[in-house]
């Protein structure tokens, strides 16, 4: 398979990182553009496909895909793009909303444990645990305090993952701020969005210094080698969704995923 | 909409149904054929794409459509096939295998009820609780009394759903012996598919009298125009795909889905 470096994009472990360094367009570090991301895509759907057969029969690893950004950064539409190129038997997406009354009663990993990867599943999570350090932080409903207890839970827990053998990979997705006013404005011009909108879509656009600050803290005090966050340029969707596809494809590529063998012997089949 | 009359295959409840009735491949009884076949499905596709949002943004009604068949007969693949056109966040395939031993501990609509949609969701039964009335009976673990039960006990769970919102559409997925055969020898002959094989994949194919005889009942006994079955022509995937996908469609049409208002004054809204 053609390597692509994701390096660029991985954010050190233990390293301040600024936002402000990534680009959210794709212009100075080379990749493709038009029509070659579509083929791209294309091409990364296919693989993704077969490696997800594979991991699914090997039953020996498990994926977790983490998506997470500002509102409009394009969570729900990466996950539709990328994962239409498999059936739906073999993957699970999960979207965590603001915690039930049963779920806030409960340490604030327990509905997120619920709902992770056995070996041969393949989950996705349309937000996750990271909403609280988050919003949670933004907001000031936890202190200093808590938080940096929870990125060292959030650290044991993924770890105890990565133990039963699943990877967790982990996407930010980075929006410029005058790319999220286009696309509020365009829910806006669309009726059939109109439901889904809140108050705090809008509201939470003012506190895009907060967010940015919490996010620079919490994915540097959570970006490890086993479960990675990564910076998605993700103002250009053909670019974000093809960028996500490779990145998935090259983290099942490297688990050297096998077929099991028959469990029977075949050649003494005889068809009536 | 294009209206397409479902009722040939429809199972008249209470009317013992003979399989052999109906055709497997799609000859006499009319519809599209060739590349038709493919637009007919990208439309239904589109279409269901769209009822899809419509009915998670209402969560008026839910939607549960169960496959059932031979061995071979497509389960996988139309679920691949028609589902593909959906956000994998909008639809939440279940398969149901071998019980586990706390699940045979329980009744059998347990493990069953426990992953039902709610209203807002769309759910696929890769096989269900009729396994429990099928190859149970087939392979004599349970007996005529307890079997008449069973439909009883289906037909009251199904009702149930309904009241709740939630429509039931039942396909079974009508192949016939010969295509069987086809099917079994591409799967020795994919060295990709061995794996999965099993003994009882072979085995199964000489009760298939029996099995023909079983599944007749229980479609007879559970089909009613709340909870119906239909009998899909199967022999021809693409055939089978595009049935399926306008059945949906056709189902989710009749709810008569809307979308919500929004939930604020929207023309307040100022963007920074």
């Known amino acids: 398979m053609e390597h692509i470096d994701y390096t660029p994009w991985y954010i050190s472990p233990k390293t301040k990182c600024l936002l402000s ?23 990364m759907g296919d693989k993704l496909d077969k490696l997800q057969s594979t991991l699914h029969a090997a039953k ?5 895909v983490v998506f997470q950004g500002m509102d409009t950064a394009g969570k729900d539409g ?27 009663r409960h340490d604030f990993l327990w509905r997120i444990h619920a709902k992770a990867p056995a070996r041969g599943e393949m989950v996705i999570f349309n937000r996750s645990h990271y909403e609280d350090v988050l919003v949670t932080r933004v907001r000031g409903w936890i202190d200093e305090e808590t938080c940096q207890k929870r990125y060292n839970d959030i650290l044991h827990f993924e770890s105890l993952l990565q133990d039963a053998g699943i990877s967790v990979l982990k996407c930010y997705l980075h929006i410029s701020k005058s790319e999220q006013k286009k696309r509020l404005q365009s829910r806006l011009d669309d009726q059939r969005k109109h439901w889904k909108l809140q108050p705090s879509d809008f ?29 998605v340029p993700a103002d250009s969707k053909p670019y974000r969704d093809s960028f996500v596809a490779g990145l998935i494809v090259q983290t099942l590529d490297n688990m050297k995923l096998k077929m099991p063998k028959p469990s029977f012997d075949l050649s003494k089949v005889k068809l009536s």
């Open 60 to 64: 020996t690893r498990g994926l977790l």
């Open 203 to 231: 509201g939470d656009r003012d506190l895009w210094p907060q967010f940015t600050q919490a996010y620079e803290e919490a994915l540097s005090a959570t970006s490890t080698p086993e479960s990675p966050w990564y910076v």
């Open 21 to 43: 360094d990534y680009e959210t367009e794709p212009t100075s570090k080379g990749w493709r553009s038009g029509s070659e991301l579509e083929e791209h895509l294309a091409d």
């Open 78 to 104: 990466v996950i539709r793009s990328v994962f239409s190129h498999v059936s739906p038997l073999g993957v699970r997406a999960e979207a965590f909303g603001v915690p039930t009354e049963l779920e806030s």
